[in-house]
């Protein structure tokens, strides 16, 4: 049986686990949040999560992990077959990653934890590739009716996990309505979040988020 290793608030954390739940595999979650203490780095060689234990040792990073449990375990498939669309689908997610998740992480400690405020350059440069970032993705989307086309995809995912994040840093940053700007793009959020598998996840989110809170917030106060 895997065992993921992270924590429930973390959205990376979630892509993995909600792959794992769409494909129907069994795995145990091991507690464990991002530090350099000699236990977290005998599992995670940077001392991050998630980190995914399988029989052989232990693999890290959320896109390799993914690509490691669609490689081994394709019947419940996450990619298409079709090794062009397969790679569209792999670009669209990561250009949620790079262009969406990552400018918009650059604001999460004054936006998401209450902690001191987003230095203006970095706030500008957030908001400048955010408004990029989701003109990309409404150029890449097909919405027909999920992100790369008729099956739910590893795109989803990222999208999940990403796009309603980006929108509450640029609603309350920048009084920017990001995601109603790409037609479509509220609506499969909202199919999304009601599949089984991610009420699951958003519930042990909920469950977790206020210890979260207090452990991110005395380091990002001001």
Not at 61 to 68: A, H, K, N
Request: net charge neutral; glycine share 6%.
């Amino acid at each position: 049986m895997f065992k993921l290793y992270g924590f429930a608030s973390s959205n990376y954390f979630n892509m993995v686990k909600l792959a794992l739940l769409e494909k129907q595999l069994p795995f145990d979650v091991v507690s464990m949040h991002g530090c350099q203490n000699p236990e977290t780095l005998a599992v995670s060689a940077r001392g991050k999560v998630p980190v995914l234990q399988t029989e052989e040792g232990f693999i890290s990073e959320t896109d390799v992990i993914l690509r490691y449990l669609e490689d081994t375990h394709p019947q419940i498939p996450l990619l298409p077959a079709d090794p062009f669309r397969r790679a569209q689908v792999w670009t669209t997610a990561k250009e949620i990653e790079l262009y969406i998740e990552l400018p918009a992480r650059l604001c999460y400690v004054e936006v998401l934890f209450g902690g001191r405020a987003t230095p203006e350059a970095l706030k500008a440069k957030a908001r400048r590739d955010l408004i990029k970032g989701f003109a990309a993705l409404a150029r890449r989307a097909r919405f027909s009716p999920f992100l790369a086309g008729t099956e739910f995809t590893l795109a989803d995912i990222y999208f999940l996990y990403s796009a309603d994040l980006a929108q509450q840093v640029g609603e309350r940053l920048f009084g920017l309505n990001l995601i109603d700007e790409v037609s479509g793009a509220r609506d499969l959020l909202e199919r999304l979040n009601e599949r089984p598998s991610a009420r699951i996840v958003a519930a042990d989110r909920e469950a977790d988020y206020p210890a979260f809170l207090e452990r991110v917030r005395p380091a990002g106060s001001a």
